[in-house]
């Protein structure tokens, strides 16, 4: 993913980070759980979609490959193991043809229907397999990761005990970017993570700005290319 960056990608990759938080309103969730439903789709799918169109913006590559992480907990045998058993799906999508926005989620809710069916894969075995060439500047297949937080934490009440939530930030980072959106009372709350060697914060976030529009777009005219 070829991401234009404020630095010259080092040799050998780095993992220092930073995180930026953007908040979307209310109104802007409600309309999107609205478009969701009436796409039949998930929310996920539709964030996904429009981060990848985010990315093709940016890039102007019309391969976008995201990895994803998955509970990988379909065995029943697993179920009530405490164990982190998560695995990593790619998830590629093609915009040639400058698409709409609505043929382009049904190829993204197919395409992730599809590596649904393949989830207990390991990512490294895919690796493995695929034989990408390598580098030991960025991660293989993948560059850029999205998660969606489907059971983020609840507030906590203890009598007489006030708790404030408190973001934890270790200034590292896995990838490129990384963008994990969680669901609350107040609407959308996206965390951008991102390698503080190739990118700045400004461009962050400005970057977190587009995905903004271009999700408020979405909402008002999905069928526009």
């Given amino acids: 993913l070829q991401l234009p960056s404020d630095n010259p990608r080092p040799t050998v ?7 930026i938080t953007l908040e979307l309103n209310p109104e802007l969730t409600q309309a999107l759980d609205k478009f969701r439903n009436q796409a039949k789709t998930t929310l996920f799918m ?11 913006r940016y890039t102007g590559q019309v391969d976008i490959l995201i990895g994803t992480p998955i509970a990988n907990r379909q065995r029943l045998e697993i179920e009530s193991l405490i164990g982190f058993f998560v695995n990593t799906l790619v998830l590629r999508t093609d915009l040639s043809g400058n698409p709409a926005f609505t043929n382009l989620l049904a190829q993204v809710r197919q395409v992730a229907l ?3 069916k393949h989830q207990d894969l390991p990512f490294e075995m895919l690796v493995e397999a695929l034989q990408p060439t390598r580098s030991l500047s960025h991660s293989p297949l993948f560059q850029a990761m999205f998660v969606l937080q489907h059971a983020p934490l609840g507030e906590f009440e203890l009598a007489g005990l006030p708790f404030t939530r408190l973001e934890v930030l270790d200034h590292t980072t896995k990838f490129d970017l ?8 107040a609407g959308l709350i996206g965390r951008w993570e991102y390698n503080t060697d ?12 587009h995905f903004q529009v271009l999700l408020e777009a979405i909402v008002a005219n999905p069928d526009a290319h």
């Fill in 13 to 19: 990759q780095t993992f220092t980070g930073n995180l």
């Fill in 46 to 56: 539709t964030l996904l979609a429009t981060f990848k169109v985010l990315l093709y």
């Fill in 114 to 116: 599809d590596a649904y």
């Fill in 178 to 185: 990384t963008l994990s959106m969680e669901g609350r009372s």
């Fill in 198 to 209: 190739l990118f700045e914060r400004a461009t962050i976030e400005r970057m977190t700005s």
